[in-house]
């Protein structure tokens, strides 16, 4: 397959000017956003001009279709509220490459895509999670964003575009190419990971519903405080996972909204998202127990309510054993001794796509083990040696 590397990095830095941050490399394109939506119709007609069947499904997962059956190389390319270039990014646009190179050299046919809110905008791998049947669009349509917006209400913006849901039997299996989003490889001097498996993850929201009053006149023993009940929520889990958790575990609180949000006022109300992390699935569920034990405890000892939305997540995931093989093999004989198998600890589309497919993921290097900000980057030499690993493997995988 005649891969253009130079084509393949102009085609990354376009996608990156849809949403530009003008900070760095930072991009925001956030799922349903006007960023979003033009960098959709661009990818299409990339996709279009390639010799691909662009086709877009009723939650807006944008399918670059090789003729008949094929494999699927992709990611997604929505971002984060502050993003990088490179997260999902680079995965689509390598998918891309790799089935251009592959059709302009009379090779295997290779379908790409970009799948829809990876990001967590609405859910979690909301896109993915859907096509691989393990969410109704009717249940992701009633996700809401932070700002009230209903999925519902915002994929209607693509609906002009929108075709079917594809089946899976489309496809003989699944690629993706991502950065690691962490320090290892560039903490070793690898140049490639070879991922074995995908942790699974955990998403809630929570709140604590108090009583707003004077933050002068209010005495301490009288008040119902929202951020004070969060506070000793956030204190007691820690202390009550001890025993639960290895040291490869992970959990955060990373959104935090408190009502008023004003000096002189008692906070009467706080919600916040409740994320926790790890490979094994019953630690997950005895994670979660503790998790609904100690909020519903912890608002009956400071009188206030809590209320525990619902939990979204998915389950561990592991490649495929031949899939892994391929990459291997492909990663010995482009970088000889800079590769290794690895976990991911970060969550992505190739999980949801291994419940229906044969699947498999390669990690490149995140400069400084930074991703999910505007300073995320990768030596374009290390994206180069991921895409011709990948396109080998690709070649060997898609006959």
Known sequence: MPLDPQRFLDDLHQL??????????????????????AARKW???????????????????????GAGKSLLLGSHSDTQPEGGWLDGALGVIAGLEIARASKEDGGPPVSCVSFQDEEGRFGVLTGSDVWAGKLTLAEADSFADNQGNTLGD????LADLAGDFLPHDRFIGFLEMHIEQGPYLEETGLGIGVVTDIVGIR????????????????????????FQALSSFNAALNSRFADVVTPATVWT?????????????????????????????DRLARMEAIIKDTAQEIAADQGVKAELGPVMGIEPAAMDSGFQAELAKASEDLAPGRWQKMPSGALHDAANLATVLPAGML??????GISHAFDEDTDEAELVLGLQVLDRAARALAG
């Open 363 to 368: 990690f490149v290097p995140s400069i400084g």
């Open 154 to 157: 915002m994929r209607g913006r």
């Open 253 to 281: 609180i990373g959104r935090v909204a408190l009502h008023p949000n004003a000096s002189s006022v008692v906070p009467g109300r706080v919600e916040f998202s409740m994320q926790w992390r790890d490979a094994d699935a």
């Open 203 to 226: 998403d809630m929201r929570i709140s604590f519903e108090g009583r707003q009053n004077h933050a002068g006149t209010t005495p301490m023993h009288l008040r119902r405080d929202a």
């Open 16 to 37: 990156r000017s849809f949403g530009a941050s003008g900070a760095g490399k930072g991009v925001v394109r956030q799922a349903y956003s006007d960023a979003d939506i």
């Open 43 to 65: 990818l299409a007609e990339r996709m279009k001009d390639t010799g691909l069947e662009p086709h877009f499904d009723p939650l807006g997962n944008l399918f670059g279709l």
